[in-house]
C-alpha cells in the first residue's frame, strides 16, 4: 500500500501544472477579459449590481447631490469568431439603474426640478440590450492584450469609455448646431489575481468602482441649461441573481419582468441607452411602469 501511494504521488509530481494564462497572448486576452465581464462558459448568467450617488456640478454653485442610485446589470457571453478579427466574445446584456430620494433612499416616482420649477416624471434607466463583443484583434488591426495589472495576489483593470455621437433625440443638422451627445464611462476593476489567470477557472468575482460623466438627462427637461451630472459608484459580481437587494428585486418582480436573466446569446438588436429609451417612450413604443 504504502509502495502503491508513493508511486501516484511520484506521477502527480511528473505531470507539469497548466501555465498560467498569458495577458500578453490574443488568446489568453480574450479568457482574462470575459472571465472578468461574465464568464467562459456559454450562455451562464452573471449578474452586476452597484450603489452610489449622482450629483450635478453647475458654473458658480456648490455640487449639488440629486440622487442616491442602484443599479444592476444581468449578463451572459458566449464565444463568437469574425474571418477578420479572429475569435472572441460577445456579451448581452440587459441593466436597471434606479433614481432614489437622496435622504429616504426610496425609489422616486417623480423629482421637483428645483431649476425649473416644474415636477418631473421619473425615468429609471431600463435599457434592454446593452451589448458588445470583442476579438483576438482590435478595431485598430493590433492584437488584443489585456488592459489589466497584476500586482501581488490581486489584479486591477481600468476602462475609460469616451462616448460621442449623434443624439437620437436631435435633428439632421446635429453637425452644424451641436447636438453630439459626450458622455465618459470610467470602470475599475479589482479582484483575485490568481483566480483570474488560472486556466482552470470559469470566472472571476471582481468590485468594480464606476464614474460616470454626461449632459441633463432628457426627463429632466433641462432645455439647454448648464450642468455635469456625474454618478460615483462601487459594486461588484454577484453569486447568483438572488443576491440582489430586496428592492431591486421587488422592481423587476413589479416593473421589469425580463431582468431576470439575460438576452438571448444571439440577440442581434440595437443597443439601447437612455436617450433611445427615452425617445421611444415618448413615441409609444414602450411604455413607463405604471407606479400608481
Request: hydrophobic residues 35%.
Amino acid at each position: 500500500m504504502k509502495l502503491l501511494t508513493t508511486f501516484a504521488l511520484l506521477l502527480i509530481a511528473a505531470v507539469p501544472a497548466m501555465a498560467e494564462l498569458d495577458p500578453n497572448d490574443p488568446a489568453d486576452a480574450m479568457t482574462i477579459s470575459r472571465k472578468v465581464a461574465c464568464s467562459t462558459i456559454d450562455g451562464e448568467a452573471i449578474t452586476y449590481a452597484w450603489y452610489g450617488n449622482l450629483w450635478v456640478r453647475r458654473a458658480g454653485e456648490r455640487d449639488k447631490l440629486l440622487f442616491r442610485i442602484e443599479g444592476m446589470n444581468v449578463r451572459t457571453c458566449s464565444t463568437v469568431s469574425d474571418p477578420e478579427r479572429g475569435s472572441g466574445y460577445k456579451l448581452v446584456s440587459r441593466e436597471i439603474m434606479l433614481y432614489k430620494d437622496p435622504k429616504t433612499d426610496k425609489v422616486l416616482t417623480t423629482w421637483e426640478n428645483p431649476w425649473t420649477g416644474k415636477t418631473n416624471t421619473v425615468m429609471h434607466v431600463a435599457n434592454d440590450p446593452v451589448n458588445f463583443a470583442q476579438y483576438e484583434v482590435g478595431r485598430s488591426g493590433q492584437p488584443a492584450r489585456w488592459g489589466g495589472v497584476v500586482e501581488g495576489d490581486l489584479f486591477r483593470q481600468t476602462n475609460t469609455v469616451p462616448l460621442f455621437y449623434t443624439n437620437p433625440l436631435g435633428g439632421e443638422f446635429q453637425k452644424e448646431v451641436g447636438g453630439t451627445y459626450h458622455a465618459t464611462e470610467m470602470f475599475n476593476f479589482f479582484g483575485d489575481a490568481g483566480a483570474l489567470l488560472d486556466p482552470d477557472t470559469t470566472t472571476v468575482m471582481p468590485h468594480v468602482g464606476w464614474v460616470r460623466m454626461s449632459t441633463w438627462l432628457p426627463w429632466m427637461e433641462m432645455n439647454g441649461r448648464d450642468g455635469l451630472l456625474y454618478v460615483h459608484a462601487s459594486g461588484r459580481k454577484l453569486e447568483s441573481w438572488n443576491d440582489l437587494s430586496d428592492t431591486m428585486k421587488a422592481e423587476i418582480r413589479k416593473h421589469y419582468p425580463d431582468y431576470v436573466a439575460p438576452p438571448p446569446v444571439d440577440d442581434d438588436r440595437r443597443n439601447e441607452t437612455s436617450w433611445i429609451y427615452y425617445k421611444r417612450i415618448q413615441s409609444g413604443e414602450r411604455e413607463l411602469p405604471d407606479r400608481d
